[in-house]
């Protein structure tokens, strides 16, 4: 069977309320083999943790603050945060900016994008980068904090070819691929044409961004194979070997 990785999936979400086990099972049954559990704040931490603890090898969980999460008060959270430092995880993140939904606590967001970009260093962890009208700072973050050898993905990347090329100087990134690129008129279906197969990585963002033809619907770990068969289609490749190299991306990225 063909094998893929979800790289960043909520199967926790309270949207998959008594229902995340089935909800692995069905990716499972759909090839995807693993799937990287990014977290969000205190308040879904340890479910997160406890649906990972019920599946090891099957799902890898991460420790992450969340850009909408954070406020004035967002040290108080952070250190709610480290008190689960000594868990094994594969990544910081999902971490980052917003500027969507508020660009009332920006400087709040940048300061505690740093801290976890520090965070990571001092683990050896790659980070997954949550960026919502914020791809500038956040690459001015980045090229800052250079001397801290970063590594790590753009999760739901919508950047540009060369936005994806300045991102690339900083270091061993990847763009995630998700859901959006099944949609019609999404500039990412043509800007993947321009961006190495070998620096791209699956997720699906459930339970959102669903892809064409589920789209409407909760969005699942099992419906990996609907945006590789986009991506494959867009890059001219077969589905096998779209799935080997993404595969292999998140196998190197995350060490799993």
Known sequence: ??????????????????????????????????????????????????????????????????PTSID?????????????????????????????????????????LKAQLRLAHEKGLPVIIHSREATGPIIDIIEECRHLDLRGVFHAFSGSAETFRRLSRCGEWYIGIGGVITYRKASIAETVKEIPLERIVLETDSPYLTPVPKRGSRNESSYIPYIAGKLAAQKGLGIEETASVTTANAKALFGI
């Open 1 to 66: 069977m063909t094998e893929f990785i979800d790289t960043h999936t909520h199967l926790y979400d309270e949207a998959f309320s008594g229902e995340s086990d089935a909800a692995i099972a069905r990716a499972e049954e759909a090839g995807v083999t693993r799937m990287v559990f990014p977290d969000i704040d205190s308040k879904t931490r340890e479910e997160m943790f406890a649906v990972a603890d019920r599946h090891p090898g099957t799902v890898f969980p991460c420790l992450g603050l969340h």
């Open 72 to 112: 004035s008060n967002w040290r108080e959270e952070y250190g709610k945060m480290l008190e689960w430092a000594d868990r094994k995880v594969y990544a910081i993140g999902e971490i980052g900016m917003d500027c969507y939904w508020s660009r009332e606590f920006v400087e709040e967001q940048k300061e505690a």
